[in-house]
């Protein structure tokens, strides 16, 4: 099945770059009402390849109450490599005859709402990656929420069969006490967005030079058990 062979093929090549996690959704069944790209070209990609890498645990291990300046280079260098596989994947399937666009990591476009152009965790779980964790994050078996995502929509005919995860937190509810607002909620649709990012605001004055926190993420630790 040719559906099947490149998939596995486009595995193979993504791994050997070194991401983490991948996977491939159908995009045509993935709620994208909020997106922020062109209709025309959302209309133009039938499949979302997720791809994501793992953050280090020990500069994680290192946070206290607030984003540190190493968790905030680590950070943008996750982002890059991120952006920098991307770009290789969407050649490796251009060169194939296929259409292939690559989505940034962390571009974000409309602050207040915490957006980008898609929901890359939408994307993955779509993908079978794992689930909408209270912390509102992609949270995975393997890693917890300790992982940053993007995103190749493609025309190339790929092998989506990922069974999505359902709701796994369980009785784990570290990232509630490790928010410092109080965001987070027993139920991840109660999460309070506005609190976060008035949160992610008062860091990004007082400590690192971007929007981000990071503790709910060194909660989140890969020690979810698989389904």
């Given amino acids: 099945m040719r559906e099947e062979e490149n998939y596995l093929l486009l595995k193979d090549f993504a791994q050997g770059l070194g991401v983490s996690l991948f996977g491939v959704g159908d995009f045509s069944r993935i709620e994208k009402n909020d997106f922020l790209l062109r209709e025309e070209t959302l209309k133009k990609f039938p499949f979302a390849i997720s791809i994501g ?37 969407a050649n490796w399937i251009e060169e194939k ?13 409309d602050w207040e709402r915490q957006r980008g152009h898609l929901s890359h965790k939408r994307v993955a779980m779509a993908a079978g990656l794992g689930w909408l964790g209270r912390n509102n994050l992609l949270v995975t078996p393997e890693y917890g929420a300790q992982v940053r995502l993007a995103t190749i929509l493609t025309d190339l005919p790929l092998l989506t069969n990922a069974q999505p995860f359902d709701f796994n937190c369980g009785d784990c509810f570290a990232c509630l006490s ?12 109660d999460f309070d967005h506005q609190k976060c990012f008035s949160l992610l605001k008062e860091f990004q004055k007082k400590y690192v030079p971007q929007h981000i926190c990071g503790l709910c993420v060194k909660a989140c630790s890969p020690k979810i058990k698989k389904r």
């Fill in 53 to 89: 890498l793992r953050l280090s645990r020990a500069i994680l291990e290192d946070l206290e109450d607030h984003p540190t300046k190493l968790y905030f280079h680590h950070y943008k260098v996750v982002n890059y490599l991120l952006d920098a596989s991307a770009l290789r994947i």
């Fill in 97 to 109: 005859g296929y259409w292939a666009l690559p989505i940034p990591a962390s571009q974000t476009v």
């Fill in 178 to 189: 490790a928010c410092p607002v109080k965001a987070i909620k027993e139920r991840p649709e």
